[in-house]
């Protein structure tokens, strides 16, 4: 490491990022000890605020205080005072301390200010120190279409308090600062509105209040659509629901980014219109038609239904196939899932919108040459089909700064909480991709659509009383959406270890420990999780990570808390029986060498989407059939197979390969490497070659069948990507 320019220091930073803490202790300064460290808070301008870093050492240290990168003038003893605080004093603080040529970082303290003023909804007298004390009240409003909307909520306290808004007692994901901004308001956002603030001892609710808001014949629909007749025949929805399946790690196929980044935006989007999301990452064929069995149950009259899908596909006859993560090689409509059988039973339901929202590619397969014959759909006129490129061509996704979007996500989202029907919304969309010259002559929206009445994803819901079928979907929701509650667990040697739970997807939910006490006698101490079921199949090399991002969590790491150890869950559908694993603790008293372990189990039940047992490999009753479709030619799923029988997935299909970077072959330069060094291009290809992947070649060394535009304007297309474009 020391030929390659790397320091000391880099070398401790590696070993604390392997966890190695023999490693680190041995290199650090053995004269440094910090034992207290600045705490963060929130005050109110005026007050007398203190942070404290008290260390010891040989021979003497010295303390240097920064506020992020810059010195705080007479900041240079264990505590730094700030009397009275103001406002420009909110901020970052961090401690240097000094031994001889040797020195250590305290951990950073946040100080959030607020202003007197601001806090005149609320009063601060009698609130006892460090505790909670709301003094920024939320208010209600009164909005027209078009306005936005600012709810603010301060709280006073230590440790720094956090927020979370609530929309009629629905948690908004959005919704984890004290500001909550909605830039464009509908009537979908109409409610009552609170906001919980909590830190690690206790939490505290605001004062409910009533947002409404109103039409106006001036909004920005034009006065053609805005007589009063308009306003009063809107139509509305008894119920809004929504499936949103992102697939990238595939086994016998290339992988795919953006799938994950797509799915996560369009949950915060379609949350904000009161749709009820059901999220989940990287299923398999069964768990695939086992999430849409649940989501048909969640359809009714009147209810609006949103499928959405990033992935592989293609289309044969017509006929749209989203392809599982287990699909073999290559894959034929018996594998994948017909999008259009998913529509004939959403209409069975009745529903009042069927929206279909496909990332794919929409190129054939030469594989499969089944013509699926099936009933006639019923003629109705609310289905609306939003192909993310025209049919027999590619969808791509970009992929800089370690995150991707999908070029259909990446304009759609920009226009998904408009108050429009829903065909001219994607007509806009259309025309935003087609003002993209990059994208031109690659890739172009497809709007299929039955729709006569003017509908949108904003149309408000109204449902007729409590009925049986709305109190279903209601628990059938919540079930896949429960969270074990924050734990906190005492050891024998007297450390206090908080156990927090976060999902960042119906199937992904993210664990944090974090030492809440410990003894002044115990000088090293460490919390972390282990012994998970086997049926999650988690790496332990990327568990108890001190980053989020670390775990392959980059979406949530800013809505979790600060200095704690995160491990990532992912398949939580796979989950046969409750989630029950082992919280441990290592620590070390002052003058020993040995290390102590305590270790305590822990049940939490089944988490978000594992209460609905999606992972059965039996077909269930209802579970749609591709390959079984009535007066089908294909015959069963596996030949000389009774198609009445339930069918056996096969159990020793093995994840092969890590996650890889996936190039399309064609743009792949003479030396075999991607022309961009920051750019990372891949395609949502209907992938069925044979050969193997190579992580160091951007192509297959045998021949393959991915379809692949290879054309000199595309390898141009990566380059003007890279150079020109900024995504998000």
Not at 653 to 666: E, I, T
Not at 690 to 706: F, K, L, M, V
Request: aromatic residues 8%; hydrophobic residues 35%.
């Amino acid at each position: 490491m020391g030929e390659k320019g790397y320091t000391a220091m880099d070398l401790v930073e590696f070993l604390q990022t392997l966890g190695h803490n023999d490693g680190v202790q041995l290199l650090k300064a053995t004269g440094i000890r910090i034992v207290v460290q600045p705490g963060s808070m929130a005050v109110l301008s005026g007050q007398r605020v203190k942070l404290c870093c008290l260390a010891v050492g040989h021979p003497i240290v010295q303390y240097q205080w920064f506020k992020v990168k810059h010195e705080v003038p007479h900041g240079n003893g264990p505590e730094l005072v700030l009397n009275p605080v103001h406002v420009e004093d909110s901020g970052f603080y961090i401690c240097r301390v000094n031994c001889g040529t040797s020195f250590e970082f305290s951990q950073w303290a946040q100080l959030d200010v607020c202003s007197v003023s601001a806090a005149g909804y609320g009063s601060v007298a009698g609130a006892q120190e460090n505790q909670i004390h709301i003094c920024v009240q939320p208010q209600s409003q009164k909005l027209i279409v078009g306005d936005q909307l600012v709810l603010e909520c301060f709280a006073t306290g230590k440790p720094l308090p956090r927020y979370q808004w609530y929309k009629n007692q629905c948690l908004l994901k959005a919704g984890n600062t004290k500001h909550y901004k909605i830039p464009y308001v509908t009537k979908a956002n109409e409610g009552v509105y609170l906001c919980r603030v909590y830190n690690e001892h206790e939490r505290k609710d605001s004062q409910e209040v009533e947002v409404s808001i109103e039409e106006h014949p001036t909004n920005a629909r034009g006065p053609a659509e805005n007589s009063e007749d308009d306003v009063n025949n809107r139509p509305v929805a008894t119920d809004k629901v929504a499936l949103l399946i992102g697939n990238m790690s595939y086994w016998n196929h290339p992988q795919l980014k953006a799938p994950m980044v797509d799915v996560y935006e369009m949950t915060n989007l379609l949350r904000q219109l009161d749709f009820k999301v059901v999220s989940l990452l990287d299923l398999t064929e069964p768990e695939m038609r086992n999430a849409v069995d649940e989501f048909l149950l969640l359809l009714d009259k009147g209810v609006y239904g949103l499928l959405y899908y990033a992935g592989h596909g293609y289309e044969n006859y017509g006929n749209s196939f989203m392809v599982p993560v287990d699909a073999p090689n290559p894959y034929r409509s018996a594998n994948c899932l017909c999008v259009q059988s998913i529509l004939k039973l959403m209409q069975e339901k009745e529903t009042g919108l069927n929206v279909f929202l496909l990332d794919m590619c929409r190129k054939r397969n030469e594989y499969d040459n089944t013509i699926l014959i099936m009933e006639a759909l019923r003629v109705t006129a609310n289905i609306v089909f939003g192909y993310a490129t025209c049919q027999g061509a590619e969808a791509f996704e970009i992929q800089q700064s370690g995150l991707a979007n999908g070029i259909f996500m990446k304009f759609l989202k920009e226009r998904l909480l408009e108050d429009k029907k829903i065909t001219v919304l994607l007509d806009g969309v259309a025309e935003d991709m087609g003002k993209c010259h990059l994208t031109r002559g690659k890739q172009a929206l497809e709007i299929r659509s039955s729709l006569s009445e003017k509908r949108a994803l904003t149309d408000p819901i109204q449902q007729a009383g409590c009925s049986a079928e709305s109190l279903t979907r209601n628990l059938q929701w919540a079930k896949a959406h429960e969270l074990p509650e924050s734990m906190c667990f005492e050891f024998d040697c007297g450390a206090q270890i908080q156990l927090g739970f976060a999902a960042e997807f119906s199937n992904v939910m993210i664990i944090y420990t974090r030492i809440v006490q410990k003894p002044p006698e115990i000088v090293l101490c460490e919390a972390y999780v282990t012994d998970f079921p086997l049926d999650l199949d988690i790496d332990p090399k990327v568990t108890n990570k001190g980053t989020p991002e670390e775990t392959g969590s980059y979406l949530v790491s800013k809505e979790l808390p600060k200095h704690c150890l995160y491990t990532r869950l992912s398949s939580l559908q796979k989950l046969q029986e409750p989630l029950a694993f082992s919280v441990c603790l290592r620590y070390q008293y002052q003058g020993m060498e040995e290390t102590v372990e305590e270790s305590k189990e822990v049940d939490v039940g089944k988490p978000l989407i594992a209460n609905l047992d999606i992972s059965s490999q039996f077909k269930r009753s209802g579970c749609l059939q591709t390959c079984q479709m009535t007066h089908s030619p294909c015959g069963s799923c596996l030949a000389g197979t009774d198609a009445t029988e339930p069918q056996l997935r096969p159990q020793n299909m093995q994840y092969s390969g890590s996650h890889l970077n996936v190039y399309n072959p064609s743009l792949a330069s003479a030396s075999g490497f991607p022309q961009s060094e920051h750019f990372q291009y891949s395609v949502y290809s209907n992938a069925l070659g044979t050969g193997q992947w190579s992580p160091y070649y951007s192509s297959y060394r045998s021949s393959t069948n991915i379809p692949v535009e290879n054309t000199d304007d595309t390898s141009e297309l990566v380059a003007n990507f890279s150079d020109r474009v900024n995504f998000q």
